[in-house]
């Protein structure tokens, strides 16, 4: 029993690490100034887009799409600016990071 703990302890601190490392990612890029975690801000809460994309296999490569060249009409009027001088491989993690909110 005490080794289970231990290891559900282990797993549950990687992934709280993991989880304030994409959120010190999002507010490095900006991304903090027009979404919130949890209510819509300038754009859509992050929940609401997990929640909208949860089970879309291809939602990933959509988000990463949306950061770098942008997007509009989805959430409202309000176009979410293009940000291309985000890194391929960052728009991946925050993609997956917004995803598995």
Known sequence: MKAIVIAAVAVLSMTAGVASADLALAQKNGCMACHKIDKKLVGPAYKDVAKK?????????????????????????????????????????LAAWVLSL
């Open 53 to 93: 994309y949860a089970g879309d296999a291809k939602a990933e490569e959509h988000l990463v799409g949306v950061i770098k060249k942008g997007g509009k009409g989805v959430w409202g009027p309000v176009p979410m600016l293009a940000h291309p001088q985000i890194s391929d491989e960052t728009a991946h993690k």
